[in-house]
């Protein structure tokens, strides 16, 4: 047993649906969250800039003493997520849990990946696909406005500027015939609405930070680094940005409750 917290990390709010899913998984374990919002989005910064943030915000929750990190970004998850590992944590990060169930679901052997234009450079969901299944067939499609449409809480699908990005985006991915989706980037189940009133129904839409919680329950289940507790764990939230947009953004579109969320400081912009 280990009751120590479980932290998670993403550049804004897209990680929150980490902590959806560890509350679904895990829900006597306590929660810390960071979300990045000064310095959000991350898809557009170089690989250098990408890999500093991420050691800063691996390193605030390491000094919250955490027992475990959700790298709750396909961002940092694509490109940094080697300079997190074996530094005495689990860490977990979202592509190769999402790549395993994208593979195993797809039934005519074609995925669509979307993401970030950082994430989809650095190509780490394709080469995962790859590697599980050989044969499957894979197209890659960028979609930098997302984030920053998500994090301005245009989420709803009626929306007629993310209506127009969806279509934007991923028309190669519907012209591909895909039957499954990564959605590469923690923001984009709160667009899933839209994404799927364009792709159909039929298609099978991955969630990559349920993946990742779901890969990491079974790693602290094995240790034996669970919490034993049958109350509800905690849930503590810090954002580098406007704590009073991100409580009410993350009310609105996900925890269906107040939230609250302390401003800090974090390396340099």
């Known amino acids: 047993m280990d009751q120590r917290p479980i932290g998670v990390f993403d550049s804004g709010l897209g990680g929150l649906t980490a902590v959806v899913q560890l ?67 689990p860490v977990q990060g979202v592509v190769e849990a999402a790549a395993r169930y994208a593979a195993s679901v797809t039934e005519n052997g074609r995925v669509g990946i979307s993401g970030t234009e950082a994430a989809i450079r650095a190509g780490a969901y394709l080469r ?38 969806v279509a934007e985006y991923l028309e190669p991915v519907r012209d591909f015939g895909a039957d499954t989706v990564i959605l590469g980037c923690t923001h984009y189940p709160l667009i899933e609405a839209a994404i799927r009133n364009y792709l159909g129904e ?7 930070a349920a993946r990742a919680v779901d890969a990491l329950a079974e790693t602290l289940q094995s240790s034996g680094a669970l919490h034993e507790r049958t109350r509800p764990g905690s849930f503590r939230c810090y954002v580098t940005g406007d704590a009073e947009r991100f409580r009410q953004q993350a009310a609105r579109f996900l925890c269906g409750g107040p939230v609250e969320a302390e401003t800090v400081m974090i390396g340099e912009e």
């Open 202 to 208: 039929g298609v099978h839409l991955v969630d990559v």
């Open 128 to 165: 995962a696909l790859r590697q599980l299944r050989p044969e499957v067939q894979a197209v890659s499609a960028a979609c930098p406005r997302f984030v920053p449409l998500v994090e301005n809480g245009q989420t709803d699908p009626a929306d007629p500027e993310l209506a127009a990005a």
């Open 23 to 89: 509350r679904r998984v895990l829900p006597f374990e306590d929660i810390v969250y960071l979300g990045d919002t000064g310095r959000v989005p991350y898809g557009g910064r170089s690989p250098e800039t990408i890999a500093r943030y991420a050691q800063e915000d691996f390193q605030f929750l390491r000094e919250k003493d955490v027992k475990a990190v959700v790298v709750a970004c396909g961002t940092v998850s694509s490109i940094a997520l080697p300079l997190l590992q074996n530094r005495g944590i």
